[in-house]
């Protein structure tokens, strides 16, 4: 542990090993305090001299239909998270071009040492010529996984290029984490879409993946025609509020309950409204908000 952290994050990081070697003895509990902890696995940050600018470019691609709940800076959501009660955020990044991945990289390395409370995904293009070796670099500095979203990095989730980042990926036992399904941000792009995500995951079966939005943002009648069996994580975010109003995307959490991981989407959603949402649910048992709120994240991440 280091010592020279803030005292929120000592406070939280402290917690959280006294909450896991509970857990490693007593009938696989995760409790801190008596309360569970909370791991939101879909977060987005950016440099702060990036940040601003960053989040407008996506509120403008939606016509100005879409709220922010942090600046999208890393104090912004550690702000976030004690306002929530989350206790570690994975942070998720997107190289939109060619050679960006190891810029991102590169960052990464600059600020993950910042806060004990986030853990970092990378990200690797598919056009990039050096994408085996960034894939090992980043696998042997102790980064878990890699984001993708194939809409803003152009291109089809199912492409050849596309694979032989996924094999490099597959090699170094990296999570593969992808939005899928419709973007509102990107309406006419069909780049990931449930029909190419479903000859995806019949490829890579075996492989560690998560499908963001619940693996397709209102198209859950889809995904469980499609993939609904095929045992890939998926996430809630962004997605929470229709989710619960929608009876396909009950069934297939139903289906799916050990597979499914709580996630925000913050700063384009506010996590402690999504904590609240889940946390006083009178539909979800106390064991699926577990498996939600930390369970199923943690045998993702293998912690």
Known sequence: ???????????????????????????????????????????????????????????????????????????????????????????LTVATGPGQGNGIFEWIQQVDSVSQRLIFFGSVHPEDANYRDLIRDMKAYGLRGLKFH??????????????????????????????????????????????????????????????????????????LDLMGERQCFFDIAFVLEEMKKSEHGKALFRQNEDYFIFGSDSPWRDQKRYVDLIRDSDTLTPAQKEKLFHGNVQRLLNI
Request: charged share 20%; aromatic share 12%; hydrophobic share 40%.
């Open 1 to 91: 542990m280091d010592f020279n952290m803030p005292s929120r994050d000592l406070l939280y990081y402290s917690a959280a090993s006294l909450s896991i070697r509970r857990w490693r003895r007593v009938d696989g509990k995760f409790k801190t305090l008596g309360v569970a902890v909370i791991i939101d696995a879909h977060t987005h940050i950016y440099p702060d001299t990036v940040a601003e600018r960053a989040l407008s470019r996506v509120v403008s691609n939606m016509n100005g239909r879409l709220d922010t709940f942090t600046d999208g800076t890393m104090n912004g959501l550690l702000s976030s998270m004690d306002h929530a009660g989350i206790a570690t955020s994975i942070v």
């Open 150 to 223: 194939p809409g803003y990095q152009e291109f089809p989730v199912d492409s050849r290029a596309a694979y032989a980042v996924y094999e490099a990926a597959a090699k170094h036992d990296l999570i593969m984490y992808f939005h899928s399904g419709f973007d509102p941000s990107l309406p006419e792009c069909e780049y990931s879409s449930i029909d190419r995500f479903a000859s995806f995951l019949r490829d890579f079966s075996g492989c560690r993946i998560v499908l963001a939005h619940g693996g397709g943002m209102g198209e859950w009648d889809k995904v």
